[in-house]
């Protein structure tokens, strides 16, 4: 693998197949650890990072083709249309950086909802940042054990846990205002 990802634009070559993989919401865990094995963790973090929020992308513009072509019912989607307008960043930034959930529905959802797609793609990136860095490690060789695991684990619970309280007390303070204005 070491000797193939050695060649003169490999990273390029792999990238379409990355964005692909990252589009149709497949374990960006398992990329991750392949990328690590074959680029090492600098390059393995951009190119994962470039995957997936371009990936990221093409599941939200399947969500705005799909919201434009046949328009659902919001009501499910109105939490995070609310807040997702009111804060974008916020908002995907938290769920991203949660250690479960489908990144697939989360693009699609984002896409119906209308987000700002700058925004949705930048807090895509950064959110998949803790994880990626985790699994192209344990990629590239570097042993984490169950205690730096479990460490990690807490951070990201910890610091989700936070931008939700973040993002849910913005959210109630501007309800706060429009009701005050009504």
């Known amino acids: 693998?070491?000797?193939?990802?050695?060649?003169?634009?490999?990273?390029?070559?792999?990238?379409?197949?990355?964005?692909?993989?990252?589009?149709?919401?497949?374990?960006r865990q398992a990329l991750c650890f392949v990328l690590g094995a074959g680029f090492g963790v600098g390059m393995g973090l951009v190119e994962v990072s470039?995957?997936?929020g371009a990936g990221a992308l093409l599941g939200y513009g399947w969500g705005r083709f799909w919201q434009r072509r046949k328009p659902v019912e919001r009501e499910p989607l109105r939490w995070l249309v609310r807040v997702g307008?009111?804060?974008?960043?916020?908002?995907?930034?938290c769920v991203r950086l949660l250690p479960v959930g489908s990144a697939l529905l989360v693009s699609v959802a984002s896409g119906m909802?209308?987000?700002?797609a700058?925004?949705?793609?930048?807090?895509?990136?950064?959110?998949?940042?803790?994880?990626?860095?985790?699994?192209?490690?344990?990629?590239?060789?570097?042993?984490?054990?169950?205690?730096w695991a479990l460490v990690a684990a807490a951070v990201l619970v910890l610091?989700?846990?936070?931008?939700?309280?973040w993002v849910l007390r913005g959210f109630r303070k501007e309800m706060r205002k429009r009701d005050s204005r009504a």
């Open 85 to 93: 307008r009111q804060a974008p960043f916020r908002t995907v930034l």
């Open 118 to 147: 700058g925004r949705f793609v930048l807090a895509t990136m950064l959110g998949g940042l803790p994880q990626n860095l985790i699994f192209l490690l344990a990629g590239s060789g570097v042993e984490l054990r169950h205690g």
């Open 113 to 116: 909802a209308g987000l700002a």
């Open 1 to 27: 693998m070491k000797q193939w990802a050695g060649q003169p634009h490999a990273a390029l070559h792999v990238l379409p197949l990355a964005v692909l993989y990252c589009a149709f919401g497949l374990p």
């Open 159 to 165: 610091v989700s846990a936070g931008l939700g309280g």
């Open 50 to 52: 470039l995957a997936y």
